[in-house]
């Protein structure tokens, strides 16, 4: 059965674009995407023997014997053909140079679908520089973990987000959704428990840093 994680994947995925997943793993996002009623080509790419051999194993049981596999690394042989590329449960480096290697096929990409486990302020600020803006967010919530998702989409003039908007999302903070809001929540909670810990002279500054961040905290969900 695929995890609430990776069915908010599927549906961050508004467009018919033929779609390359990074990492596809078990490849169930694209199997969903198939039994969704999606007609473009899929392509699953693994740079490890294991989870390619478990990749193409999948796509057999599904019966879905046009997705595609190829085992490389990163964008390597992602053909000029692919225009949405999914890049879910890595960090922000591991995603900077796998799109580094191959900046020049930027120019045919006009959709990333970003999970990124790290820096996810980075990560917004990085692919505005590369001239993509934040269409759409969402925030799920699985094995007692936070997930932000970010479907980028090529625009012509850079976007110029806030400070508040790389941390958070600027969909995040207009939608407001449960899970958004729980998942501040849930940062407040764990400076307070922080703050309860720290009780010493050594600890002001630091405490005093977590106290100003939950007041921050706080006015961001208040807006």
Same mark, same amino acid.
Do not use: W
């Given at each position: 059965m695929i995890?609430?994680r990776?069915?908010?994947?599927?549906?961050l %995925?508004?467009?018919?674009?033929? =779609?390359a /997943? !990074?990492?596809s /793993?078990?490849? *169930?996002?694209?199997i969903?995407l $198939? @039994?969704k009623?999606? #007609?473009s080509?899929?392509?699953?790419?693994e740079? #490890?023997?294991?989870?390619y051999? $478990?990749l &193409?194993?999948?796509i057999?049981?599904?019966n879905?014997s046009?997705?595609?596999?190829?085992l490389?690394d990163?964008?390597?042989?992602?053909?000029?053909?692919?225009?949405?590329?999914?890049?879910?449960?890595?960090?922000?480096?591991?995603?900077?140079? %796998? &799109?580094?290697?191959?900046?020049?096929?930027? @120019?045919?990409?006009?959709n990333? &679908?970003? /999970?990124a486990?790290?820096?996810?302020?980075?990560?917004r /600020?990085?692919?505005?520089?590369?001239?993509y803006? !934040?269409?759409?967010?969402t925030?799920?919530?699985?094995?007692n %973990?936070?997930?932000?998702?970010?479907?980028?989409?090529k625009?012509q003039?850079?976007?110029n *987000?806030t400070? +508040?908007?790389l941390e958070f999302?600027p !969909?995040?903070?207009?939608k407001k +959704?449960?899970?958004?809001?729980?998942?501040?929540k849930?940062? =407040?909670?764990?400076?307070?428990m922080? =703050?309860?810990?720290?009780?010493?002279? #050594?600890c002001?500054s @630091? %405490?005093?840093?977590?106290?100003? $961040?939950?007041?921050?905290?706080?006015?961001? &969900?208040?807006k």
């Amino acid at each position: 059965m695929i995890s609430n994680r990776l069915l908010a994947i599927v549906n961050l %995925i508004k467009n018919d674009n033929n =779609i390359a /997943d !990074i990492g596809s /793993d078990h490849g *169930y996002v694209l199997i969903e995407l $198939r @039994k969704k009623g999606f #007609k473009s080509n899929l392509l699953g790419v693994e740079n #490890k023997v294991n989870p390619y051999n $478990r990749l &193409i194993k999948n796509i057999k049981l599904s019966n879905f014997s046009d997705i595609d596999a190829n085992l490389s690394d990163g964008l390597d042989m992602v053909s000029a053909q692919y225009h949405t590329i999914i890049l879910a449960g890595m960090g922000f480096n591991n995603i900077v140079t %796998i &799109i580094s290697k191959n900046i020049a096929k930027l @120019k045919n990409i006009t959709n990333f &679908i970003i /999970d990124a486990h790290t820096d996810k302020g980075k990560v917004r /600020d990085y692919f505005s520089s590369l001239g993509y803006k !934040i269409e759409d967010e969402t925030i799920v919530f699985e094995d007692n %973990i936070y997930y932000d998702l970010i479907n980028f989409v090529k625009c012509q003039n850079s976007p110029n *987000y806030t400070k +508040e908007e790389l941390e958070f999302g600027p !969909i995040n903070l207009i939608k407001k +959704e449960d899970s958004f809001i729980n998942m501040i929540k849930f940062e =407040i909670e764990r400076n307070k428990m922080l =703050i309860s810990k720290l009780n010493s002279e #050594k600890c002001k500054s @630091k %405490i005093k840093n977590l106290e100003s $961040r939950n007041l921050y905290l706080e006015g961001i &969900i208040s807006k």
